[in-house]
């Protein structure tokens, strides 16, 4: 099939969660409800799955809304990159649904727990597929939304808390984004990301386009969490139910992430020595400050939270290096941390549910958790860097660029890449030693945790497993997306076609007879 014949592929992981997420409003009978919610997940999975197919060639799929081509309507495009991320939130998506099918919850149920987590899917995908900067607006409140509802459903005293820093935070980065858009319409008269680069190749290094990219950056720093922006993730995400808290950990901070990969590559690349020294520094104290903070708690999803943290400033550090071998290295890293931080927010779900607590220092659980046992310390091994891990060989990649690049701001930020993953591991290793190694005392009763939910935990580390077994294909896909990054005109010329964008001439009004 040629792109035109799937320029509707585009908008099927957009429209899947927002049709299937309207039919979850009604209130069906629960294993209805779960039904249909599996059956969405998995579809919008699929057609995720078939978007890397059509694009693994280098095709650039569009859909033009309403039969408008860009940059004059709005378009949906998926490249490689948009299309990996596409999948990696379909996979995170179902494993999320299958949890919170799991684990049943009728109070936030009845408060239509999962027709919410389809309007996030909604938002989420169109963020990733969006082809233009306004939607790309657009995109985030829709999810933003979907999760704040879902950040203070089943109001408790430590929701209502967390979730009023999640909202005005991301407020306030909102209205900066939609400032942002306006000044960048004024001084490039285009908001399409193809027109937007060709425009402002055409101005070539320009200090006012270098002040509006820098404007993105700080909007998409909030969104990813980067420090100092990100000091409302640690609170937020455990507060959450474990099911959503573990799609948000997983995916949500990685939309900012692409967003400043995007905007960074394809569209403003003309003038990148600050944007690069921005996201270089940024991600160094990133990275020490989540493996700082991992360190300093003691409850399961408290200190993945911070694993989260620390992981985006890993792939800052990539992007900041600014060569192909960080793209591709930050490309194949952006799986690893969805996939594992999917997995320890599943497990942290079992533990806490067989303890009957949050925190990790109940010890001996080895006994009665085995299998978890033994999932856990491959997601560990694979959050701290060590072999035989994917999360070795994408961490191995990065510091090989940081070392290659050879700036000091870089091989400072190898140096506190190599010294997180040792904090990191020392995390981890605090966590194995408080709740799986030693005597289990009597004093603390263990639950029963059921099949379903232990097996959403073995599915999710199974995939990271699956990403030490696939390193091979995993960078040699991360290779080709970061050539295509590369080399935006095959973007370009995608989305706007080989002919010039003619700006047809303002309409005339006839003269009176």
């Excluded at 069906?28 to 978007?51: D, E, K, Q, S, T």
């Excluded at 790309?136 to 829709?142: C, I």
Aim: charged share 10%; hydrophobic share 60%; proline share 7%.
């Amino acid at each position: 099939m040629t792109p035109a014949d799937l320029a509707w592929l585009p908008l099927a992981p957009i429209l899947t969660p927002l049709g299937i997420g309207l039919l979850l409003l009604y209130p069906w009978r629960r294993p209805v409800r779960v039904g249909l919610a599996l059956a969405g997940a998995l579809g919008v999975l699929v057609f995720a799955a078939w978007l890397v197919a059509a694009t693994s060639g280098g095709a650039v799929l569009v859909s033009s809304l309403g039969g408008w081509p860009a940059p004059f309507g709005i378009v949906m495009t998926a490249d490689r990159l948009s299309a990996w991320m596409s999948l990696l939130a379909a996979v995170s998506g179902v494993l999320a649904v299958w949890q919170a099918a799991a684990d049943p919850d009728p109070v936030r149920e009845k408060h239509h727990l999962f027709g919410l987590l389809f309007f996030l899917f909604a938002g989420v995908q169109l963020s990733f597929l969006t082809g233009d900067l306004f939607n790309l607006f657009v995109a985030f409140e829709v999810m933003l939304v979907a999760s704040y509802a879902l950040a203070v459903l089943g109001s408790t005293r430590e929701q209502l808390r967390e979730g009023f820093r999640y909202i005005v935070m991301n407020l306030v980065a909102s209205a900066l984004l939609v400032v942002t858009c306006g000044l960048a319409y004024g001084v490039l008269g285009t908001l399409n990301f193809a027109h937007l680069a060709q425009r402002s190749a055409e101005l070539g290094p320009n200090a006012t386009v270098t002040a509006v990219g820098v404007l993105l950056l700080i909007v998409f720093a909030a969104k990813g969490a980067l420090f100092p922006l990100g000091f409302w993730l640690p609170g937020t995400y455990p507060a959450l139910p474990p099911a959503v808290g573990a799609f948000f950990a997983a995916v949500l901070t990685k939309v900012g992430i692409y967003a400043l990969i995007r905007v960074f590559t394809t569209v403003f690349n003309q003038d990148p020595a600050l944007p690069n020294t921005l996201l270089l520094g940024l991600g160094a104290v990133t990275m020490l400050f989540g493996a700082f903070g991992a360190v300093s708690q003691r409850e399961w999803r408290r200190i993945f939270s911070f694993t989260v943290i620390s992981s985006v400033g890993y792939l800052a550090f990539g992007l900041g290096l600014g060569t192909p071998e960080a793209l591709r290295a930050s490309v194949a890293y952006l799986a690893v941390s969805v996939l594992v931080t999917a997995a320890l927010f599943a497990i942290a779900a079992v533990a806490e549910r067989a303890a009957g607590s949050r925190l990790v220092t109940v010890r001996g659980m080895i006994d009665f958790l085995p299998l978890l046992a033994g999932c856990f310390l491959l997601c560990a091994l694979t959050v701290a860097g060590l072999p035989p891990s994917g999360g070795f060989v994408a961490k191995y990649a990065l510091v090989r660029a940081g070392l290659a690049q050879g700036s000091p701001l870089a091989l400072a930020a190898v140096f506190s890449a190599l010294l997180a993953s040792l904090i990191l591991l020392y995390a981890m290793l605090g966590v194995w030693r408080g709740f799986f190694w030693g005597k289990h005392l009597v004093m603390f009763p263990v639950y029963r945790v059921p099949l379903p939910l232990r097996a959403a935990a073995y599915a999710a580390t199974a995939l990271v497993a699956g990403l030490t077994l696939f390193a091979g294909p995993l960078l040699g896909w991360a290779d080709a997306t970061a050539a295509e990054l590369s080399e935006p005109g095959q973007y370009i010329r995608g989305v706007l076609g080989d002919e010039p964008v003619v700006i047809p001439p303002p309409p005339t009004v006839p003269e009176a007879p």
